[in-house]
């Protein structure tokens, strides 16, 4: 079974710091698709952004990229710009692209950005 | 237009009493997801539904839980005598159709507590 781990229970940081939240994986597969959610407060999940496995850029959606490294199986998200609103839990997801597409999460990190 | 809504968004019930959950998709999504978040942890799959078809239950916890999706629209995830581990978010969420491309809308989630 696969399983997400992601090693930082908490982070804070400044605004408009530059901040990044850590993942790993374990799959014996090759193709896979992997993700990162916010949840804010609220609670309502929002996908933040998703690399596909077979692609070897790197992912970005404005001020959110990924380092995403296959052969350590490591998928990394870097905040550039912080702001309030990024306050949240932030979890890491895998999913296979066969079958239910279930996603599998990680424990979660709890970013503060402070003013 | 709207998301995917969930109610009740909180429920206490009593050791041993059944509850019902109600997940509503947005509209036209096929595919509709049930997780599991416990406090401090990451979501945790319980069922898939294509349509009205539950194709995949393997996340359910044992046979006290029980999801359907009879039209292919609302679905309600039923757990008869809760137990105290019982106690959780239930998250819903709904694609548009079954892809590992496709975006997983993720509802606010039913908290539930089993006193």
């Known amino acids: 079974a696969q399983t997400v781990t992601q090693s930082q229970p908490e982070m804070s940081v400044q605004e408009a710091e530059t901040v990044t939240l850590s993942c790993t994986y374990d799959?014996?597969?090759?193709?896979?698709?992997l993700f990162w959610y916010k949840q804010p407060p609220s609670r309502q999940m929002i996908l933040v952004i998703r690399?596909?496995?077979?692609?070897?850029q790197n992912a970005t959606e404005n001020r959110f990229s990924v380092n995403f490294q296959k052969a350590a199986k490591s998928f990394s998200l870097k905040i550039s710009d912080s702001q309030l609103g990024d306050t949240a839990m932030y979890f890491c997801?895998?999913?296979?692209?066969?079958?239910?597409?279930?996603?599998?999460f990680g424990q979660g990190t709890r970013l503060t950005i402070n003013p | 237009g709207a998301g995917v809504s969930q109610s009740p968004r909180y429920k206490v019930a009593k050791r041993g009493q059944d509850v019902a959950l109600r997940c509503d998709p947005i509209?036209?999504?096929?595919?509709l997801f049930w997780y599991q978040q416990a406090l401090g942890q990451g979501p945790e799959f319980l069922t898939y539904?294509?349509?009205?078809?539950?194709?995949?239950k393997s996340g359910l916890p044992s046979d006290r839980f029980f999801a359907e999706r009879p039209e292919g629209s609302v679905s309600t995830l039923k757990i008869q005598r809760t137990q105290q581990e019982d106690s959780a978010v239930y998250l819903c969420?709904?694609?548009?159709?079954?892809?590992?491309?496709?975006?997983?809308?993720f509802g606010p989630g039913t908290r539930l507590t089993v006193l």
């Open positions: 539904f294509q349509n009205e078809a539950q194709l995949d």
């Open positions: 969420a709904s694609s548009v159709k079954e892809g590992p491309t496709d975006t997983q809308y």
């Open positions: 690399q596909e496995a077979y692609k070897q």
């Open positions: 799959t014996s597969e090759n193709n896979y698709y």
């Open positions: 509209s036209g999504h096929v595919s």
């Open positions: 997801a895998f999913m296979e692209p066969q079958g239910a597409q279930k996603l599998v």
